[in-house]
């Protein structure tokens, strides 16, 4: 069976101060892979996804940024955070585009 | 613009009761629909799925959810709630991109 795996859960970062978050897939192959970040009572908001190795698509420009430099790996990054950055970061994995996702357990980020 | 609305922030039912919670969609042709659940500080899980024929489908954990194309809407219920389903649910539709789009959710409370 599938699993994806993402960490840290819990996060405390100074302003400025770079970002690495990592997320894997097991199980599958040339998964379809999703970065979303959740603010309270904002719903989900599509930051990145990418469709194979080394293809990211960016949706809505920001501080961040994202890598697959693997099949079944994606990471989420930033050279200098901001306060702005807070939030519940979530990764995801579909095996088609456009149907259903399943998400890793989260990662909850506090930049301070 | 294409959308997905779930018109109650915050709903309040007694353990036992019924529920039902709403969601509306705005796209030119008959999207992929789903429900998820999110408990504190988790991922999201997947309730359940409609992507044609019958249009009431079942999901885990006693949900159900209608599908009237009519009504633009996808609505998520359960005759019985238990206490432990206070959470947070989203309703999210494909579109024609690469990625579902998510609804700002709905919280539920359980009371004695």
């Known amino acids: 069976s599938q699993t994806i795996h993402q960490w840290p859960a819990t996060l405390v970062q100074p302003v400025g101060s770079p970002l690495s978050l990592e997320c894997t897939v097991e199980?599958?192959?040339?998964?379809?892979l999703y970065w979303y970040r959740q603010a309270a009572g904002r719903g989900l908001q599509l930051l990145f996804y990418s469709v194979g190795i080394g293809q990211i698509s960016s949706e809505v420009p920001q501080n961040l940024s994202a890598s697959r430099p693997q099949d079944r790996q994606f990471i989420l990054s930033s050279k200098k955070l901001l306060l702005s950055d807070s939030g519940f970061y979530l990764c995801?994995?579909?095996?088609?585009?456009?149907?259903?996702?399943?998400f890793g357990q989260g990662t909850r980020l506090t930049v301070v | 613009a294409q959308s997905v609305t779930q018109p109650d922030i915050h709903i309040t039912v007694s353990e036992g009761a019924s529920l039902e919670l709403r969601c509306n969609y705005s796209y030119g042709a008959t999207p992929y629909l789903f429900w998820y659940v999110q408990s504190p500080g988790q991922g999201l899980q997947l309730l359940l799925k409609y992507f044609s024929g019958d249009t009431l489908v079942q999901g885990i954990k006693g949900f159900e959810a209608e599908f009237k194309r009519s009504q633009s809407s996808f609505n998520l219920r359960k005759p019985s709630v238990h206490w432990s389903d206070a959470a947070e649910y989203f309703c999210a539709v494909s579109d024609s991109g690469y990625a579902l789009n998510f609804g700002k959710g709905t919280s539920l409370l359980v009371t004695p």
């Open positions: 995801a994995w579909s095996p088609v585009p456009n149907t259903e996702a399943f």
């Open positions: 199980g599958t192959s040339n998964p379809n």
